[in-house]
């Protein structure tokens, strides 16, 4: 499995999610955050992965725009991403990824399909369009978000408190419960 194509089949649907942006007021289940910043903080996530891929870090991962065309603000920050990504190079390059440290380029890219995967849900819930992502992404993606809640410095946790889903709650849900989503947002 190569961790650069599970990202670039989440993107990929998240495209189609994200193509018909026109209300960026809209609310979203990240707290506190319309469409528009949502949008913006993916520009700026993919931009500054872009950049630390290619040069072992990014000095800002926080300026996104969207200008006067979210859509194409977006198409184009995954472009460079995957630009960046698709240096075999970039899998065992160090990279520093914002204030969470140094890790191989492998686990870098992993952090981002999380955030690709948990984002693609925010925007689908958003625009009140099913969401059905890479099933293979959707289980890498819960493996790294479990590890990371089982880290001993719960204290820099980069998610929101874990919420409970049922027993028979399935991948994308428990992934969702672990990134502190409520599966059943609307």
Not at 128 to 140: I, K, L, M, S
Request: charged share 25%.
């Amino acid at each position: 499995m190569d961790i650069r194509d599970l990202d670039r089949r989440v993107l990929r649907t998240v495209d189609k999610i994200v193509s018909g942006t026109t209300d960026l007021g809209l609310r979203t289940p990240c707290t506190g955050w319309t469409l528009g910043d949502l949008l913006i903080h993916q520009v700026s996530e993919n931009h500054g992965f872009a950049v630390a891929l290619r040069e072992g870090s990014a000095a800002d991962w926080h300026s996104g725009s969207l200008g006067d065309d979210p859509y194409r603000a977006y198409a184009d920050s995954v472009d460079a991403f995957l630009s960046a990504a698709a240096d075999d190079a970039v899998l065992t390059r160090e990279v520093t990824v914002r204030e969470f440290g140094t890790f191989p380029g492998s686990v870098a890219l992993t952090m981002h399909l999380v955030d690709s995967v948990a984002h693609g849900w925010d925007l689908a819930r958003t625009f009140g369009v099913p969401y059905q992502p890479d099933a293979e992404a959707v289980h890498v993606a819960l493996r790294f978000a479990e590890r990371m809640r089982a880290r001993p410095r719960p204290d820099d946790d980069v998610f929101a408190p874990v919420l409970e889903v049922g027993p028979d709650a399935g991948e994308l849900d428990r992934f969702l419960a672990l990134t502190g989503r409520d599966p059943a947002w609307r």
